[in-house]
């Protein structure tokens, strides 16, 4: 066999950058990314021109100044002499309220609904489906709107409950009264407080931290119990059982926690004519809350049950061979295959209610989009400015969703040997 020097490593030539597979798609790969950044720069440098025709100039310094505006729902103390950056900073905050919340209620309501939908019992199994069916084929703002008109219309006002004969009852053991125009609910009191930490206006409690290291321990002696009980079941072929020592963990320090700093919770109670002690929540985030429940609750159900359905009717009969419970199928053996389908549109859905809580616009709620994207746009008349951060925060935000979802689903995948 004849060999030439060089035939495997022939000397570089411009020509290969369009003919040698080898340089090919690096090309195109370069020269579409220089088409998109020239295309990029040609719709900045045409904003930027039309905006000076304009007599304007792309500037953010409208964020300091005074912003003039209440806002009825703060998570941090706020009025109107602040500015327009801790407006915007408490819009955030009431984003991310709705949207933790929400995706929180909408995650229990759609396992639940998703799991009934595979009920045995037919009239259970039916109402979950005539409830996925019905919400989930109807626009969120259209729920929004008619949880308002509920709250609005059939709720009483807050004298209802004034008198000894008070024509509307608090609910849950007293502790909520739901009305025209808020929900009061219980606030939490302490009666050996540990005293705060000063974070300028702001103040976080020791309590809090503490709750929050207790916590943090308990999630660490979970997992080293966790790889403790994996170890001996490796060793001899039976785990031992660890769920009382992790619901000790879990329970007994926050309870002694609880005992120590005298945590109760104090009940909202009329006076005048409108609640005190308690905290009143205003009802457009209740019904906003609500309705992103529900509606994504619809598509979660869906997820669910997709994701059960896909695991083979095998898998459960192998276990049961095995001699492995019901419950103990479930959680390791269904469960973990059915994730893998579960967790990708998850992630969807998540998405999808945060960038939905920017309807809260049609009910007042002050969010983000509310806030930046609606008072300091008309009051600065910076809408280029006001677009581009709320598109800049939302985009964050979205990416900080995926990519925590994303290292949830590794972690909990199967891993093929």
Request: one cysteine or more.
């Amino acid at each position: 066999m004849v060999t030439y020097p060089g035939a495997d490593h022939p000397p570089f030539r411009w020509s290969m950058l369009v003919y040698d597979r080898r340089y090919r798609s690096l090309t195109l790969q370069a020269v579409v990314f220089i088409l998109v950044m020239l295309l990029a720069a040609w719709l900045i440098d045409n904003t930027l021109r039309n905006l000076s025709d304009l007599g304007k100039t792309l500037s953010f310094d409208f964020l300091f100044r005074r912003a003039g505006y209440d806002i009825p729902q703060q998570l941090i103390p706020y009025n109107s002499d602040d500015t327009h950056l801790r407006a915007t900073v408490v819009g955030l905050l009431n984003t991310l309220l709705v949207s933790v919340l929400g995706c929180a209620a909408a995650t229990v309501v759609g396992v639940v609904a998703g799991v009934l939908r595979l009920s045995s019992n037919w009239l259970i199994a039916r109402l979950m489906t005539v409830y996925v069916e019905v919400f989930r084929n109807i626009p969120v703002l259209l729920w929004i709107l008619v949880s308002l008109a509920i709250f609005t219309e059939i709720m009483p006002p807050p004298n209802a409950y004034r008198g000894e004969n008070p024509a509307a009852g608090m609910i849950l053991f007293d502790m909520v009264a739901p009305t025209n125009r808020y929900t009061a609910i219980p606030s939490i009191g302490m009666t050996n407080p540990p005293g705060t930490i000063a974070l300028g206006r702001e103040a976080v409690s020791w309590a809090f931290v503490a709750y929050v290291a207790v916590l943090a321990a308990a999630l660490v002696g979970h997992r080293l119990l966790k790889r403790r009980a994996r170890r001996i079941q490796d060793k001899t072929g039976r785990r031992p059982a660890t769920w009382w020592i992790t619901a000790a963990m879990f329970l007994l320090p926050p309870l002694a926690l609880t005992w120590y700093f005298g945590l109760h919770l104090i009940p909202p109670v009329l006076r005048g004519f409108n609640f005190a002690d308690g905290i009143n929540l205003d009802n457009s985030l209740v019904v906003l809350w609500l309705a992103l429940t529900l509606y994504t609750g619809a598509f979660i159900a869906e997820i669910v049950r997709g994701g059960i359905l896909a695991v083979s009717k095998g898998q459960t009969e192998a276990a049961y061979a095995l001699g492995l419970r019901p419950r103990r199928t479930m959680s390791l053996v269904i469960l973990p295959q059915a994730l893998r389908v579960i967790i990708p549109p998850l992630i969807s859905q998540y998405l999808n209610l945060t960038k939905n809580s920017s309807l809260a616009i049609a009910v007042g709620y002050m969010d983000l989009r509310g806030t930046l994207g609606g008072t300091t746009l008309n009051q600065t008349g910076r809408e280029m400015e006001c677009m581009v951060l709320m598109m800049g925060i939302y985009l964050l935000l979205s990416l900080l969703i995926s990519g925590g979802m994303n290292l949830f689903n590794a972690r909990v995948r199967l891993r093929e040997r």
